[in-house]
Structure formats: C-alpha cells, structure tokens
C-alpha cells in the first residue's frame, strides 16, 4: 500500500520559515518523481514544487522560485521541502504527491498557517 507521512507543518509568523518531511513507503521511491502539492480552502489543488527520481531536475512555479527548495533522500525515502519567506497566500494544506503534477497519489497533508 502506498502510504505518505507529512509532517513539519504550523502556525508561522509572516516572512518565517519552516521546513516540511513526507516519508514515502510501499513502493520504490527512488523510481519517481516526486511532488509537493498544496490546497487552500475553497480552492484547488496547486503544485508547488516536483523533482524528478534522481533529484537532478526541479520545478517550482514563479510565485515561490527563490523562496521555496526541494529535495530527497533516497536512502531515507523522504522528500523535504524548505520554505522560505513565507507570507499569508502560502496559507495551505500541504501534500506530498508521487509523480509530476498535482494528480499523483498523496498523503494526508500537513498545515501551514502563516499569519501575524
């Protein structure tokens, strides 16, 4: 069973930081690309940021290149996500999602409140 555990998640303070962990298991996940998606009530789903099976290629939309970084460990099957400068749009619930794009399996999600 493909199972994600997010963690990581909080109430921070606008232009803080926080650093999310999704800990994949019941695949082999070193053999995808993996994702960070985020949901925001009332709206849909928004891709934040994917990296591709090896970690050598990276995505991030405009709105959070610059603020945002992935990455994984491939040992640890974890994929990790550093934000930066985070402000009350970022608001969200964050998933992490196997494949490219928003429409890949995912877990349950962690919140990010960001707000003063």
């Known amino acids: 069973e493909v199972q994600f555990v997010e963690s990581g998640g909080g109430m921070v303070q606008p232009g803080g930081s926080l650093r999310l962990s999704c800990v994949a298991s019941?695949?082999?996940?070193?053999?995808?690309?993996m994702s960070w998606v985020r949901q925001a009530p009332g709206k849909g789903p928004e891709w934040v940021s994917g990296?591709?099976?090896?970690?050598?290629?990276?995505y991030y939309p405009p709105s959070m290149k610059g603020r945002f970084t992935i990455s994984r460990d491939n040992a640890k099957n974890t994929l990790l996500l550093e934000m930066n400068n985070l402000t009350p749009e970022d608001t969200a619930l964050y998933y992490c999602?196997?494949?490219?794009?928003?429409?890949?399996?995912r877990g349950q999600g962690t919140q990010v409140t960001v707000s003063s």
């Open positions: 999602a196997r494949g490219w794009g928003t429409s890949g399996s």
């Open positions: 019941g695949f082999n996940f070193y053999n995808y690309d």
């Open positions: 990296i591709s099976a090896g970690g050598g290629r990276t």
